[in-house]
């Protein structure tokens, strides 16, 4: 089976656009209440979360594969967030939120997949 043709794009980049977006609306006003150290803290969490979230949404319409496209949504985020700061050095934080930001997809895929399955 051909995985690349079985990948829904589409709803990935949708889901990882709408991640990261998710991800700034959450930490722009933390960012101007309290100040640029506590995204060290919020970062890393939010990144994690959102991309748990929208992997589920990505994976509600998929039969298989879900693990994979939740970890593509991660990337996406990832790559969003990389090409908004022009690859600048990062705080060692960031640079373990965007592992994050796979590893919520990837569990977000399998929670997906769990409820698939199960209804």
């Given at each position: 089976m051909n995985t690349l043709g079985s990948i829904?794009?589409?709803?990935?980049?949708?889901?990882?656009?709408l991640a990261e977006v998710s991800l700034?609306?959450?930490v722009i006003p933390i960012y101007m209440l309290a100040g640029q150290h506590v995204l060290l803290y919020v970062a890393p969490a939010g990144s994690l979360a959102t991309c748990f979230v929208f992997a589920i949404w990505v994976g509600?319409?998929?039969?298989?594969?879900f693990i994979?496209?939740?970890c593509l949504v991660g990337v996406v985020a990832m790559l969003l967030y990389v090409a908004v700061t022009r690859a600048q050095p990062e705080p060692v934080a960031y640079l373990i939120a965007?592992?994050?930001?796979?590893?919520?997809?990837?569990g977000g895929g399998f929670v997906g997949g769990r409820r698939q399955v199960s209804s």
């Open positions: 829904h794009w589409v709803r990935v980049l949708i889901g990882g656009f700034f609306v959450i509600r319409r998929l039969e298989s594969g994979l496209h939740g965007h592992g994050l930001k796979i590893a919520g997809g990837a």
